[in-house]
């Protein structure tokens, strides 16, 4: 009598029957970890890379896909550095220039915590896919 090894399971992506120990799934091209689920093929390492080299800018949250962010942290970052070259430069002290100097760095502060609770907590691309 044949056993009947080839379990199947219903790719959650796309629907069709795949093996149930499929890797990628034939038919979309779906990756999947150990535990079946789909897994994004952006690497974690990467990620965190990015967040703290180039954080500034958003790169680590382009990279996942989340462009939406990425564009308000580059917002953040580069209006934030761009306000204090110009403070610091322009040389002025009266109360407009400090209250700029004043919401720039907080707004570089916060961009600071924001990326640093990504880097600890973001494991996941932009589809809520599970990083490599
Ligand atoms: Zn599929």
């Given at each position: 009598m044949k056993t009947e090894c080839t379990m199947t399971k219903k790719c959650?992506?796309?629907?069709e029957e795949i093996?149930?120990?499929?890797?990628?799934?034939?038919?979309?091209?779906e990756y999947f970890d150990a535990a079946g689920r789909p897994t994004s093929q952006k690497q974690r390492s990467t990620y965190i890379l990015l967040a703290i080299f180039l954080g500034g800018i958003g790169l680590h949250s382009a990279y996942i896909g989340k462009m939406k962010i990425a564009m308000c942290q580059a917002a953040m970052g580069v209006g934030g550095w761009m306000t204090t070259f110009i403070i610091v430069n322009g040389g002025k002290h009266d109360n407009f220039s400090i209250a700029m100097a004043h919401i720039s760095i907080v707004l570089l502060v916060s961009l600071c915590v924001w990326v640093l609770c990504e880097i600890i907590?973001?494991?996941?691309?932009a589809d809520g896919k599970l990083m490599k």
């Open positions: 959650p992506m796309c629907g093996s149930a120990e499929a890797k990628k799934c034939k038919h979309c091209g907590s973001v494991d996941k691309d």
